[in-house]
């Protein structure tokens, strides 16, 4: 028997569940295909030492109301914690450095701090504080450039190094001298852009940061849950909406209608919401062009490992959040989180240290290919030689994500926005979404799901 619903959305990911929340919201009837057996995609949190503790992002983004405002409809708002600290260090020179608090994404915004930090020689302050006084030089004609050139030609190589590209590159596990600063450090692009007649980065990056204040909102908050409860949220108001276990083979039309294969359900709209190399065949029959570019979209693996370890078994003082590894450092570690540290209320038992250990990124698949036992050998080195720890951890958790990080090269916005337009040509019920489209955030990827929502609705559903 053939179920029809307004709305099938493919993927239970943040973003899945998310398109089909605004389809609810707007009256529609809505279901949701899972191929895993639990919803939530990324957004895992799981039993650890003794407390609920997150697989993958541990905090959304605060200052940008989509997550937010979705965490507010959910009823969650009383639920939301922000972190204990937002100090953080740079592991550098064979110390660990704290980050000046004064930066935009790694862009200083207080040079005589930044000098005080020990985070760049003399030479590089004095190369950042050329920015000030530079004469405009963003390529004429180019809306989007890497990470990596915006911060060379303004600040120097140094800034590029050892501030911003641990920061940035932490975000996407990737390359900022291959990633497009539009889509992997929207606040660099906007304070590029931010007045024409100053060319100053750093100038532009005090004002957004004056800007932000303005909010009295914290940076980064999450549910007291983890992120897991985010995703749990959405798919406990969605009920029977969602089914896991349910993989799509395929997705095709009967006259009018979309025909979701195996499922025996027929749509009047369809939101695909999984990565692009998953949504790349399923839109192949409809919009070869749409695939191809979809197919093409390079990611990063990256494994996160957890450990309880003895407090008493730790050098430093962990009075931070974590710290961030620069790549020229030759390490394994990518960054650390101090979880006892970053968030009090998972600190249940002053004698353990709760760490999130992060592995991999483009260019390197070690985090994906190294076995278990030397992924966690070659991580406790690392964190030996950086904070000190010399004691074995009683517990540990490998969590390995496999090409799970969109790696968004210089122009992808242009290339989204134009595959948008061809599908909506060729095919005006379906969408496509996800981290890969706009941003890997959670608030990005919510706002991107409930778009095109609300676009493949706005066809069938009078609103």
């Known amino acids: 028997m053939t179920t029809h619903v307004d709305l099938a959305v493919v993927g239970g990911g943040i973003s899945g569940l998310a398109a089909a929340w605004e389809g609810?919201?707007?009256?529609a009837s809505v279901a949701v295909f899972e191929a895993e057996r639990r919803p939530g995609g990324k957004l895992q949190t799981s039993p650890f030492a003794g407390v609920g503790l997150d697989e993958s992002a541990d905090a959304f983004l605060a200052r940008v109301p989509e997550a937010v405002d979705l965490c507010h409809e959910l009823g969650l708002e009383t639920e939301l914690v922000s972190p204990g600290t937002g100090s953080a260090y740079v592991w550098l020179d064979g110390a660990l450095r704290r980050l000046p608090p004064d930066q935009l994404l790694g862009v200083p915004t207080d040079l005589d701090a930044l000098a005080a930090s020990?985070?760049?020689?003399?030479?590089?302050?004095?190369?950042?504080?050329?920015?000030?006084?530079?004469?405009?030089?963003?390529?004429?004609?180019?809306?989007?450039?890497?990470?990596?050139?915006?911060?060379?030609?303004?600040?120097?190589?140094e800034v590029l190094d050892r501030l911003v590209a641990p920061l940035v590159g932490s975000i996407y596990a990737g390359d900022c001298d291959r990633m497009s600063v539009q889509v992997a450090a929207t606040q660099l692009a906007a304070a590029r852009d931010h007045d024409p007649s100053d060319a100053s980065l750093i100038r532009a990056a005090r004002a957004l940061r004056a800007r932000a204040a303005e909010t009295e909102r914290p940076v980064f908050l999450a549910p007291t849950g983890g992120m897991g409860r985010l995703a749990g949220a959405l798919a406990d108001a969605l009920g029977d909406a969602v089914r896991t276990g349910a993989p799509m083979i395929a997705l095709g039309s009967e006259g009018s209608l979309w025909r979701i294969e195996p499922a025996g359900v027929t749509a009047d709209a369809v939101v695909v919401a999984t990565p692009a190399f998953v949504t790349a065949p399923l839109v192949s029959p409809v919009a070869p062009d749409v695939a191809a570019f979809l197919a093409g979209i390079e990611h990063a693996s990256v494994a996160l490992v957890a450990l309880a370890v003895p407090r008493d078994g730790i050098d430093h003082p962990l009075d931070g959040s974590g710290f961030l590894v620069p790549r020229s450092a030759g390490l394994l570690l990518t960054a650390c989180s101090w979880v006892s540290t970053k968030w009090p209320h998972l600190a249940v038992d002053p004698s353990t240290t709760l760490l999130r250990a992060s592995v991999g990124h483009d260019g390197d698949d070690r985090g994906r290919t190294l076995p278990d036992g030397a992924?966690?050998?070659?991580?406790?080195?690392?964190?030996?030689?950086?904070?000190?720890?010399?004691?074995?951890?009683?517990?540990v958790r490998i969590t390995r994500w496999p090409r799970s990080f969109p790696q968004p090269r210089p122009g992808h916005l242009a290339a989204v926005a134009a595959a948008e337009r061809s599908l909506a040509r060729q095919a005006p019920r379906l969408a496509v979404t996800g981290a890969w489209a706009r941003g890997v955030g959670v608030p990005a990827c919510i706002r991107e799901a409930r778009a095109a929502a609300r676009h493949v609705l706005g066809v069938t559903v009078d609103t």
């Open 118 to 157: 020990g985070l760049l020689s003399d030479a590089g302050v004095e190369r950042a504080r050329q920015d000030l006084t530079l004469p405009d030089d963003r390529p004429a004609g180019a809306p989007d450039e890497s990470v990596g050139d915006l911060i060379r030609r303004r600040l120097g190589d």
């Open 24 to 27: 609810r919201r707007r009256g």
């Open 375 to 395: 992924l966690v050998e070659q991580l406790l080195a690392d964190l030996g030689t950086t904070m000190g720890l010399h004691a074995a951890p009683d517990e």
